[in-house]
């Protein structure tokens, strides 16, 4: 997994561990233990209700939604790191944003508007977001790894030179 040279200047290294073992497991668990709740919910669950703070909710995960999106262009503009993390959450947000504005649409003509503008906005915007997701993931492994083989490069060099001189790299 690692590539270490006897003093370990320049070698690939692998990311340390920081999340402990055990949470995946613990995740994995969770999701499948959530299956039969969300079995149940399908089967006790009304077909319709009435929520006390419908327009809050709606505004709350809008405003939230919109913030990620200004927040992925203005990263993309800015060449900021990790902007695949805020393009992936995007996506995720604006998936989850068409599903529920289709599935709660209380009349057809709400509904036929919510399915057109899921599929002709939502869900395509989602898609470009998970590929710049996708495309600013492949550029940072790729400059990870220029920036290894520079290290590595320059590490060799380094020891040559000393040798030539009769030193050692500690």
């Known amino acids: 997994m690692t590539d270490q ?9 692998a990311p340390p561990r920081n999340v402990p073992h055990w949470t995946g497991w613990l995740l994995l668990v969770l999701g499948f ?35 990620l999106l200004i927040r992925t262009g203005w990263s993309l503009l800015r060449r900021r790191a990790y902007v695949e993390v805020t393009a992936g959450m995007t996506a995720v947000m ?4 068409a599903w529920f ?29 998970l590929w710049v997701s996708v495309r600013a993931e492949y550029e940072r492994r790729r400059r990870e790894d220029l920036m290894s083989t520079v290290a590595r490069r320059l ?9 030539r001189r009769g030193r050692r790299l500690p």
């Open 5 to 13: 040279s006897a003093s370990g200047i320049g070698a690939k290294v």
């Open 33 to 67: 233990f959530t299956l039969p709740w969300t079995a149940n919910l399908a089967v006790y669950l009304p077909d319709k209700s009435e929520a006390a703070h419908y327009n809050a909710s709606w505004v709350g995960f809008d405003l939230l939604l919109c913030a």
């Open 94 to 97: 604006l998936l989850i944003d």
């Open 101 to 129: 504005d289709v599935l709660s649409a209380p009349t057809f003509k709400e509904f036929v508007f919510a399915l057109v503008l899921a599929l002709g906005v939502e869900v395509p915007l989602a898609l470009f977001c």
């Open 155 to 163: 590490a060799e060099l380094t020891r040559r030179r000393l040798a």
